[in-house]
């Protein structure tokens, strides 16, 4: 048990220097913001001192990172860094793409418009439905949002009748 803790000491610290090293934060920096003197952060990243939960997690919140983080081997570490840089680069290309085929479908489909053309903005359109809506419960929640949209305009358009009533007949009042 003493090695295990040994290890997980030296493997703690080894993260802490290295996400330190990172950030580019030294240890005197590191130590002030704790409020510790810098032997003991060398001390930490060492593995020769085991600091307190408390410091632990304060050292987290500095090094803006996770106790999971500091938890990692190098391996475990780069393996979950190249997945945060996948996901970081699909969400930001899938996004782009996603964009850019979206709003090319709508060019065409108001190309399409702007020629008279309804079947040809129609096939654009549903294109752009396609993407999204593949089973019975995408058309579903399709058909109650225009359902739900048709009851607003409904009920919008009664309001303002019974409110321009209301106008007349208080005009008639006076």
């Not at 106790?67 to 970081?88: F, G, V």
């Not at 793409?97 to 108001?110: P, T």
């Not at 993407?131 to 409904?154: P, S, V």
Request: with cysteine; hydrophobic share 35%; charged share 35%.
């Amino acid at each position: 048990m003493f090695n295990e803790e040994k290890n997980l000491d030296k493997k703690i610290g080894k993260n802490i220097k290295r996400i330190r090293n990172d950030r580019k934060i030294t240890q005197k920096e590191l130590a002030e913001s704790l409020g510790i003197i810098e032997q003991t952060v060398s001390k930490i990243e060492r593995g020769v001192f085991s600091p307190s939960f408390a410091t632990l997690l304060k050292i987290c919140e500095t090094l803006d990172t996770t106790p999971n983080e500091l938890l990692l081997e190098d391996s475990d570490w780069k393996d979950w860094k190249t997945e945060q840089l996948e996901q970081l680069d699909y969400s930001v290309t899938g996004l782009s793409d996603k964009i850019s085929i979206v709003e090319d479908q709508w060019a065409r489909a108001d190309m399409e418009k702007e020629k008279g053309n309804i079947k040809g903005e129609r096939f654009h359109i549903d294109t752009i439905i396609g993407m999204y809506a593949w089973t019975n419960e995408h058309y579903r929640g399709i058909a109650d949002f225009l359902y739900q949209k048709d009851l607003k305009i409904y009920l919008d358009k009664m309001t303002d009748e019974v409110r321009k009533n209301k106008i007349s007949n208080l005009n008639l009042l006076d």
